[in-house]
């Protein structure tokens, strides 16, 4: 039985018996066939160093790892259907790792781009345009920026914020994340003044009165939404002069995480303040100790150039 008919009774298999759908049967095809067709004498009689080499093929033609891990996948059931069927007597995908796939930076601002944020923040929310309506929106939107840099909150926390945060005026907070999970939180001294100066011009709005929400709006929910305070945000960035396209609620709450492991803060501690379940969450911030630990070296150790 050549290659091709091997193909062809693994995929009857994966039809039959695991009720494989259409289009997960067409794709195993195409990778089988591709793989086929790139190694000499065909799939079915592949060594260990005839997949591997080419994994390095279509590697180097630009395909990306997840890819590359996906014709593994399909490449390695195809061997463990010919050893279980006794079509081969051993498994030469026993060996081979699966392509890295990697985890992309998150995107985050340096602390120049974050001073300028926030003091373009400052400055609209001291001397806000001629109409109410604009002057209570930059007061608000300072307050929403100079929270978030703060705090670090996931988008959705600090929109539905309870007004009883700013009414109390503490240095901590607690607030119910993913899961329903609590934790506290820091509140610098600069975003409990935006607080306090935001809840002062709430409270003279007859409509927000009995609202039990920080930002309160005519919405499903009652709060803000999310899609309000991304816009706003942005337009706050382009008036910074900052790009857009660097910017988000969620961009922020990265510069919260990568500002506090530049100046020194635990990667534990870290991954407490954002509310991050398994500390492997919080790794993807570990360029930033690393760059940390570099200079750290470079300053201070004896033969440091």
Not at 53 to 74: H, M, N, P, W
Not at 143 to 149: G, N, S
Not at 203 to 216: R, T
Request: charged share 25%.
């Amino acid at each position: 039985m050549n290659s091709a008919a091997r193909i062809e009774a693994f995929l009857e298999m994966m039809s039959a018996e695991r009720g494989a759908a259409e289009n997960t049967l067409s794709s195993y095809r195409r990778d089988l066939e591709d793989a086929s067709a790139g190694i000499g004498g065909g799939l079915a009689g592949a060594t260990s160093a005839d997949i591997r080499a080419y994994l390095d093929d279509i590697a180097a033609r630009g395909f990306a790892a997840t890819s590359q891990a996906r014709k593994l996948s399909a490449i390695r059931q195809f061997f463990k259907f010919l050893y279980a069927e006794g079509l081969r007597g051993d498994d030469p995908t026993g060996t081979l790792d699966s392509p890295k796939k990697g985890r992309p930076l998150p995107k985050t601002m340096s602390e120049a781009d974050t001073g300028r944020l926030l003091d373009r923040a400052a400055q609209e929310a001291m001397d806000p345009p001629m109409h109410d309506g604009d002057s209570l929106a930059a007061l608000r939107l300072q307050a929403l920026v100079e929270v978030l840099y703060a705090t670090g909150l996931r988008v959705s926390e600090l929109v539905g914020l309870p007004v009883t945060v700013a009414q109390r005026d503490d240095r901590f907070f607690m607030v119910r994340g993913k899961g329903n999970k609590e934790r506290m939180v820091p509140l610098s001294a600069k975003a409990r003044t935006a607080m306090r100066t935001w809840l002062a011009a709430r409270a003279a709005v007859p409509a927000f009165a009995d609202s039990l929400f920080l930002f309160p709006a005519a919405s499903d929910s009652g709060y803000l939404s999310r899609q309000v305070f991304a816009r706003e945000l942005k337009g706050l960035a382009a008036r910074a002069g900052i790009a857009t396209a660097k910017i988000s609620p969620h961009v922020l709450r990265h510069a919260f995480a990568s500002h506090l492991l530049q100046n020194g803060a635990d990667l534990r501690a870290v991954q407490q303040l954002l509310g991050h379940a398994d500390i492997s969450t919080t790794q993807i911030y570990t360029h930033v100790l690393e760059e940390r630990l570099v200079r750290l070296v470079n300053d201070h150790h004896p033969l440091a150039d």
